[in-house]
């Protein structure tokens, strides 16, 4: 099998199980059903500080990472009072993203993690979705980017995918490995871990 290649981008404050899931599915890919798929995780610091303060050491940080070498991106969302978007709006992270979709690589995200990919300006004119409660306004903020909001659980539109609420962590770590493997070699995954 061809070897694939995710980063997991951690800005400051970012939630733990939107993090996690990434890591578990795509192992469990790797690790029981031989898929070569690695992952490495990112931060603008060797260790990062999530939502809820549980630090994570990563494996690069940005300046390491070189968009040819990977097939993905995955970012998970965050809360904006503990500081998410001062680094999930730095220019040197929205500029990564941009170099991974002209390159045609995939973005994923959840939750509010849709907003860097939308700041950067690759959502634009394209389908996408954010946190879908209290009033739908983070929604609201989404369109201000002049993306195509649509109120679903998960929104593929071409090599982006984006998702509403941290419920729906682990539909887009298993839509990013049915694009990065099969829709039947992550059916089997996805019934293996009990889904």
Known sequence: MQKKKVV???P?????????VFIDVLG??????GHDLLVDTCGFTNKVMSTFNVPVIVDKTIEEINVDEYDAIAIPGGFGEFGYYEEAYDEQFLQLIREFNAKGKIIASICSGAFPVAKSGVLENRR???YHLKDGI???KLKEFGVNVVNEPVVVDGNIITSYCPETAPRVAFELLKMLTSEEEMTVIKKAMGF
């Not at 400051?12 to 996690?20: G, L, N, V, Y």
């Not at 469990?28 to 059903?33: E, M």
């Open 138 to 140: 983070f929604q609201q």
């Open 8 to 10: 997991v981008f951690l």
């Open 12 to 20: 400051r404050a970012f939630e733990t199980m939107e993090f996690s």
């Open 128 to 130: 996408g979705t954010t």
């Open 28 to 33: 469990w890919a790797r690790v029981d059903y």
